[in-house]
């Protein structure tokens, strides 16, 4: 290879290491942007057992985006069956590469009340936004424990939830 073709080879090969590079040298000369993602929207509502409040059942949201272990919180009804489930976020950075993936993000919640575990929720979504999973903001939020969970699908959210709610006119 001629010396002036080897070192326009090797210019190009490096500059884009450089521009792609996530790590190491291009961090000194690139900042990243980071971006606020809603991995689990809010979750507020009413837990029940045939008809009557599921008094201080116990509650398990497990959630997983970015890896396959996820994570799991612990939470509580009061003595009225009423339960929140706070939002959950995570700041992702941008890269240069990033409109090659999609985001995804998995919900499941499961509650233990009278030495019996239910599977109340679970949910896959892939748009990073707040209350995607119930096609807007929920009201009158409510979850049967003996209900069986039934399948639905929402823009880019699927759902298996034996939960019901309204949503709040915009």
């Known amino acids: 290879m001629p010396p002036r073709l080897r070192l326009l080879a090797i210019s190009l090969c490096f500059v884009t290491f450089l521009g792609f590079s996530i790590e190491g040298i291009a961090m000194s000369f690139f900042s990243r942007p980071t971006q606020e993602l809603v991995i689990c929207s809010e979750m507020q509502g009413k837990l029940t057992f045939q008809g009557k409040p599921a ?5 398990v949201r497990w959630s997983a985006w970015k890896d396959h272990d996820g994570e799991s919180e612990t939470f509580y009804a009061d003595e009225h069956g009423n339960f929140l489930l706070p939002e959950k976020r995570d700041i992702h950075k941008k890269g240069p590469l990033d409109f ?6 998995h919900q499941s919640v499961t509650v233990t009340y009278e030495d019996a575990g239910y599977e109340i929720w679970y949910s896959g979504k892939t748009r990073p936004d707040a209350n ?9 939020f409510r ?28």
């Open 55 to 59: 008094a201080e059942a116990k509650i």
């Open 132 to 140: 995607v999973e119930y096609g807007g903001i929920p009201t009158n």
């Open 100 to 105: 090659l993936a999609q985001f995804v993000a």
């Open 143 to 170: 979850c049967e424990l003996t209900d069986e969970p039934e399948p639905s699908q929402l823009d880019g959210v699927l759902i298996n939830a034996s939960c019901k709610w309204g949503l709040v006119d915009k």
